[in-house]
């Protein structure tokens, strides 16, 4: 089972409200990643967790937060977003945030964001 | 700099008409390249990996080769269900991060 799931699959909010995205895995993954993809272009990288420890924050503005509750749950808190923060956020987890085998990532569905 | 580059952007076939698609690399240290299918509006799907120059991977109608500068997808007699976006990503051992081309959107015809 290579599943990974995010909810909510849509979402709009207004730039003064805060929401939350859930991703969890129950393949015994230890590092899961946020992405960010907008229409028509690759997925671009957000955050790293490994072993709950935020690893990577790729200059990420701070109305974006993360969350790693556990080794199965991540979470992305939401805060006075701006429009141009719409977009298709996925979440991906792999065996070990490490090279060779264990580095396959496997991505959830996403949630599509809309900021009004 | 790191660059990933997949080419062409687009790509119509007919059902049945084979084709390639290209994805070249200029990384140093890479420790795998990946391809992915992406639906509309989906999270993208692992399709392959290959870790070193001459291996080959199979699945279906789809077959990844790598070299050291670049990796082929080779779609077989496609059919309109192999309609997506597929994406390449290089791995490698700064950073452990992928990093993605532009992807190809391949669109099949009945």
Redesign the interface.
Known sequence: D?E?T?TPKHLVMGMTNKKSLKCEQHMGHRAMYWYKQKA????E?MF?YSYEKLS?NESVPSRFSPECPNSSLLNLHLHALQPEDSA?Y?C?SSKQ?????D????????T?LTVT | EDQVTQSPEALRLQEGESSSLNCSYTVSGLRGLFWYRQDPGKGPEFLFTLYSAGEEKEKERLKATLTKKESFLHITAPKPEDSATYLCAVFKAAGNKLTFGGGTRVLVKP
Do not use: M
């Not at chain 1, 945030?97 to 085998?101: A, F, L, P, Q």
């Not at chain 1, 580095?103 to 996403?110: A, C, K, L, V």
């Open positions: 290579t990974v995010q028509k272009k690759p997925p990288l790293v990577i298709l996925l991906a945030w490490t090279s060779g085998g580095s396959e990532q496997y991505f959830g569905p996403g599509r």
